[in-house]
T-cell receptor
């Protein structure tokens, strides 16, 4: 089976850095991805890691350690518009996705 | 490109009714998935497809059927609606299993 764990909520001030951790258990692991979802909207893709290491996309970075079954999403220079839910998702080699329960990020002035 | 489209946007059903949620994509993606999202929760996979004619079950397939006769379309059928199926339904597509998933705008379904 598959399972993912991520924190339920993180609060930070504008300009700060936030790290959202994700640990997973899955068979046939293929990759770890991250999605952002604003209230009432559809999820949008942020980042994807298939190999160990750091991927950087602007203010957002994502990290994967396959040996530790662990990854994180790093949000830098937080802005008010970054207030949203963030989901990690694992893909297996058959193309099946599983999402975590999500982390609510609250950015305060 | 329209991306991923879903119809209808909103739907109210009575218990026992059946209906089909439509999903279409114009990006020639092989992979398509259906998810449901309950308030304050993550997305749970209902069914997915890795190409025309190929479908498989996700975490919560009971009460739902799918078929994939073309690359573009992936309809989700509710066989006999139950209040427990009240949720927001998202369809998504991707080029491959490791690639970015593009989501449709969602269908908000209420079953009375």
């Amino acid at each position: 089976g598959q399972s993912l764990e991520q924190p339920s909520e993180v609060t930070a001030v504008e300009g700060a850095i936030v790290q959202i951790n994700c640990t997973y258990q899955t068979s046939g692991f293929y990759g770890l991805s991250w999605y952002q979802q604003h209230d009432g909207g559809a999820p949008t893709f942020l980042s994807y890691n298939a190999l160990d290491g750091l991927e950087e996309t602007g203010r957002f970075s994502s990290f994967l350690s396959r040996s530790d079954s662990y990854g994180y999403l790093l949000l830098q220079e937080l802005q008010m518009k970054d207030s949203a839910s963030y989901f990690c998702a694992v893909t297996d080699s058959w193309g099946k996705f599983q999402f975590g329960a999500g982390t609510q990020v609250v950015v305060t002035p | 490109n329209a991306g991923v489209t879903q119809t209808p946007k909103f739907q109210v059903l009575k218990t026992g009714q059946s209906m089909t949620l439509q999903c279409a994509q114009d990006m020639n993606h092989e992979y398509m998935s259906w998810y449901r999202q309950d308030p304050g929760m993550g997305l749970r996979l209902i069914h997915y497809s890795v190409g025309a004619g190929i479908t498989d079950q996700g975490e919560v397939p009971n009460g739902y059927n799918v078929s994939r006769s073309t690359t573009e379309d992936f309809p989700l059928r509710l066989l006999s609606a139950a209040p427990s199926q009240t949720s927001v339904y998202f369809c998504a597509s991707s080029y491959g299993q490791g690639n970015e998933q593009f989501f449709g705008p969602g269908t908000r379904l209420t079953v009375l």
